[in-house]
RNA sequence: GGCGCGAUAGCAAAGCGGUUAUGCACCGGAUUGCAAAUCCGUGUAGGUGGGUUCGACUCCCGCUCGCGCCUCCA
């Protein structure tokens, strides 16, 4: 039985899909001005690997990641590039599709894009207003009256008369109360708008989610994730928006990923210490990227450092030579024997990854000591599952993600052919120095039976 | 001020009321021309003070420290 951490109940529950065989999930995606973040790229993974093991599972998935591509900061940005907010947005995207493609991430089923929603954002609000949750305010914009919403910081875990609006930000004055927050932006001059029964304006942060959620997956759906960050105020808002609009409940599980942090602080944009995917894949593979990722659980704060990116590289090295020594038996995971059991375990607990790839290693050890295609076959079907493992080990092992200027593989084979010859006349100091040489370019030999390999340190 | 989370061996990171987590690094041995890889062996880790218990890293309470949210953020 799979359980799944509810952000909502702040406890382990028995996951119960509403439809039994089939999962609705709806992950909040990017906001298209910049490159993703190692921040963007837990979210890619940890809700890619969720998915995968859902469908593993024998559910059928629908998966929603949507793609926010107008708010105030892309208006912003084209504005500075002196692009126009379409070519800023498509630009993005397509960034965002290379990364996540690099990191094993297979596409959702459904990838909405805000602008593409905004008739059904209109209907949301028109229900909202309908309903006496929203208002007009005297500047033009559509407000949501939190306080007439009971319930108002059920997942946050905040009550209304706590949360200190305006204690650090200026309280905007048009508002019946500062808690209240923007359903539909009134148009400024110079800026994008869409015509609605308010005046021309824009949806405001929260709108887009509810109205493509529900049009994809139904009022109420299964699971909602995203960032731990989101949790408040967008997910709470989401909550209120959604229920408030249609009367019933909106989601049954809510799912938050941890941060990313940079020496002990989180990573964020505003912090400016964040790193973004393609800058890391200069100097790491894709896969080590994942695997970090994925070592950890997705509820823990993940620190990173190139230090902790190494260890990574270390350890899915370990994986694949296991891999490299033993042909694995392409074969079905036989979920009687005990490594794919205590897998299911591991995962069927809160996406427990760090204990499945527990799992991984102590299988690769078997494979070593018993030289098992069939356990070499385990290994790589329920890595797979992961999206991990899923390439040839030669390939992994010989790849030079880190930098342009290594030493080629075609003048490594040419060394091992010198160094081959000097062993065959025992001039074991020329063949030392041959492989002193490329240990200097970074480059272990590995003499075989069959024969001298190499591999990248 | 309100709400919440965490503290595990050199580093990273899990489960678990009593039995080896796991990985990296380190050390000894096997293997190797020497290595690498692999295998075998070695680690009395669980912030601190109490409590519950036959027994606690694991449950309860206090304390200390760290972090997050209450503002845009994945």
């Given at each position: 039985m799979l359980k799944i951490y509810n952000s909502l109940a702040r406890e382990k529950q028995n996951f119960v899909p509403i439809t039994p065989g089939s999962v609705r999930m709806y992950v909040c995606g990017m906001t298209v001005y910049d490159y993703c973040h190692l921040g963007h790229a837990r979210v890619l993974v940890v809700f890619d690997m969720v998915q995968r093991w859902l469908r593993a599972s024998g559910l059928e998935v629908n998966y929603v990641r949507n793609i926010t591509d107008i708010d105030d900061k892309i208006i912003k940005r084209a504005f500075d590039n002196k692009e126009s907010i379409g070519e800023l947005t498509e630009r993005f995207i397509r960034c965002m599709d290379e990364d996540a493609a690099a990191l094993g991430v297979e596409k959702p089923d459904h990838e909405p894009r805000a602008t593409a929603y905004i008739p059904q954002m209109l209907e949301l609000i028109r229900r909202l207003e309908a309903n006496g949750l929203a208002y007009q305010t005297a500047a033009g914009d559509m407000n949501f009256s939190v306080r007439k919403f009971p319930g108002y910081g059920k997942l946050s875990g905040k009550s209304v008369d706590d949360l200190r609006a305006g204690e650090r930000v200026d309280v905007d004055g048009t508002k019946d109360d500062p808690l209240d927050f923007v359903l539909w932006k009134h148009a400024k001059p110079g800026e994008p708008f869409w015509p609605s029964p308010w005046g021309n304006g824009r949806p405001g942060w929260h709108i887009e989610c509810s109205a493509m959620g529900s049009d994809l997956l139904g009022k109420h759906f299964d699971i909602h994730g995203g960032g731990q960050d989101l949790q408040f105020p967008h997910h709470e808002n989401e909550i209120a928006q959604s229920e408030g609009a249609h009367r019933c409940r909106f989601v049954n599980y809510w799912m938050h990923n941890g941060f990313v942090r940079v020496d002990d602080e989180k990573m964020s944009k505003s912090l400016g210490n964040f790193f973004t995917i393609r800058e890391i894949l200069k100097k790491y593979d894709p896969e080590v990227l994942r695997f970090f990722i994925l070592r950890a659980h997705y509820r823990s704060p993940l620190n990173y450092s190139e230090g902790h990116l190494d260890d990574a590289r270390q350890a899915l090295s370990r994986l694949y030579t296991a891999l490299k020594a033993v042909p694995a038996e392409v074969?079905?995971?036989?979920?009687?024997q005990s490594p794919a059991l205590r897998f299911r375990q591991a995962m069927d607990d809160d996406f427990n990854t760090p204990e499945a790839c527990a799992v991984l290693f102590e299988l690769a050890g078997e494979v070593n000591r018993n030289q098992s295609p069939v356990l070499a076959g385990q290994l790589r079907a329920l890595a797979g599952l992961l999206g991990l493992l899923t390439r040839d080990p030669q390939v992994f092992l010989q790849a030079t993600p880190r930098n342009e200027g290594e030493i080629s593989a075609a003048d490594i084979e040419a060394l091992i052919g010198q160094r081959v010859a000097a062993k065959q006349r025992k001039d074991y100091s020329a063949a030392d120095r041959i492989r002193n040489e490329l240990a200097t370019a970074g480059v272990i030999l590995e003499d075989g039976a069959k024969g001298t390999g190499w591999r990248r340190a």
């Open positions: 074969a079905p995971i036989d979920w009687n």
